[in-house]
């Protein structure tokens, strides 16, 4: 299994809005971005470190969707 960096919410948005993800809504803490074919839930919770799970789920995410185009 590769090795994913540690990210933060505001990292994380920050890479879904550059592949071409938009805030779609948010309910409470969770933001949910969507792309053409994709959605990604993001918790926001202010300067603490995403779950690895989650930072595997985003990359994957990204990677599909710009596969996708």
């Known amino acids: 299994m590769p090795e994913y960096p540690r ?3 505001k990292e994380a948005e920050k890479l ?3 592949s071409g993800f ?3 809504r948010q309910k409470g803490s969770h933001r949910i971005y ?3 074919t994709f959605r ?3 918790p926001c ?3 603490e470190i995403l779950h690895p799970k989650i930072i595997k789920q985003l990359f994957d995410v990204i990677q599909e969707a710009e596969n996708k185009t």
Request: glycine share 6%; net charge positive.
């Open 7 to 9: 990210l933060t919410a």
């Open 16 to 18: 879904l809005l550059r």
């Open 22 to 24: 938009i805030l779609d």
């Open 34 to 36: 969507i792309n053409k």
């Open 40 to 42: 990604m839930v993001l």
């Open 45 to 47: 919770h202010t300067g």
